[in-house]
């Protein structure tokens, strides 16, 4: 192997510059490689689309968030839309990216995503292709690893918003909804509530009773605490209840389409609770932008030299991994297709529950 390509797919994440640079600098000072980056992920490898990856280009990134590749989201070589005859059509385009490749000679590429653009990586592995994935999402919901680095940064940030939402709370005796990442997987609500001391954690996961949830207010109350703070997954879900959520501004008089689960849970609430204002804070894409934590920058590192080693030793095909403390890697063909989940009766949950926190059930 003479030449590497790297690209970033899917929704961008704090340490994705940090896997690029460990990429870059491994690649070129360990094994003398050249290293190019495709741009907006397979878009790039589909328009041979790239930037050279030096020393000088990735300098002073490994802590910044976002990506110098630029990312797309939703884009599958094997799914691609493309005009034609001024139409939109979707095209299976693995062959010109097949065609771009050898065509640069690149020898093997090493692709940074989530489930997604992961399995249109392995799709591409079938095809021959040399490839390493590298795993990253905030959401901490790939079951093949551990820990994906960009989880611990958007952690990070929920809990910084609830230290900040507790001053305000306090002073003005309110209930404070906060909304956090989470479509899927609860674990941003389940660490952050935890770390950041919320009364009440609701995640996709366990439906949440509202009366559960108004009982827990009143407790507190009876306590002599006078505010409750709550943080809530954008993919919480009341008992039985089916939530339609939209996130646009329309001419709907309904709370419920002005925003997600926080602001229906707020409009919810009121009927409950007469005695507390409430208010909802949706912290949205602040979860991913921004600064790097130091855990994800050295987590991000460690992904992108193990890749880099990974191809160097000949084993395509694979994904690196984080298991335990240990950066090992796994095959492509086992890492797509089931998420990881909070466990609702699992540790992290119960001691949550042992000292208090309620999980609306
Ligand atoms: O998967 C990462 C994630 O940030 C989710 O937590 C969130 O639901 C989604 O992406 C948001 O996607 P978009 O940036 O496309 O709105």
């Given at each position: 192997i003479k030449k590497i390509g790297v690209l970033t797919g899917g929704g961008d994440c704090p340490g994705l510059n940090a896997v690029i640079r460990g990429v870059t600098r491994t690649a070129i000072l360990k094994y003398g490689l050249e290293v190019i980056g495709y741009k907006f992920g397979y878009k790039g490898l589909y328009n041979n689309d790239y930037m050279p990856l030096t020393l000088q280009r990735v300098s002073g990134i490994g802590h910044i968030g976002g990506t110098i590749l630029y990312s797309s989201n939703k884009d599958n070589l094997f799914d691609y839309t493309v005009e034609e005859s001024g139409k939109k059509v979707k095209k299976d385009v693995s062959d010109v990216a097949v065609q771009n490749l050898n065509k640069e000679k690149v020898d093997a590429l090493i692709i940074i995503g989530g489930d997604g653009t992961l399995t249109s990586a392995r799709d591409f592995a079938r095809k021959g292709v040399k490839i390493i994935g590298v795993p990253k999402t905030?959401?901490?919901?790939?079951?093949?690893?551990?820990t994906t680095f960009g989880f611990n940064s958007a952690v990070n940030v929920a809990t910084e918003a609830l230290d900040r939402l507790h001053t305000t709370a306090a002073s003005h005796h309110r209930v404070m909804i906060l909304e956090v990442m989470g479509r899927n997987a609860g674990w941003i609500a389940l660490e952050s509530g935890f770390a950041g001391s919320a009364d009440v954690i609701l995640i996709p996961e366990i439906e949440y009773d509202i009366e559960k949830i108004v009982e827990k207010i009143k407790d507190r109350e009876n306590r002599g605490k006078l505010f409750s703070i709550i943080v809530v997954a954008e993919g919480a879900k009341p008992k039985g209840g089916k939530v339609v959520v939209k996130k646009t501004v329309d001419d709907s008089p309904d709370p419920i389409r002005l925003g997600g689960i926080g602001n229906k849970l707020a409009y919810d609430l009121e009927k409950y609770v007469n005695n507390h204002e409430i208010r909802c804070t949706v912290l949205g894409h602040t979860q991913r932008g921004g600064i790097t934590s130091t855990f994800d920058r050295i987590l991000a590192t460690r992904y992108g030299v193990k890749a880099v080693e990974l191809l160097a030793e000949n084993r395509f095909g694979n994904m690196v991994s984080l298991q335990g403390r240990k950066m090992t890697y796994v095959h492509l063909e086992n890492v797509i297709g089931s998420q990881k989940m909070v466990?609702?009766?699992g540790e992290l949950v119960e001691t949550a529950k042992s000292i208090g926190i309620s999980f609306g059930d």
């Open positions: 905030i959401d901490n919901d790939l079951h093949a690893t551990d466990d609702p009766k």
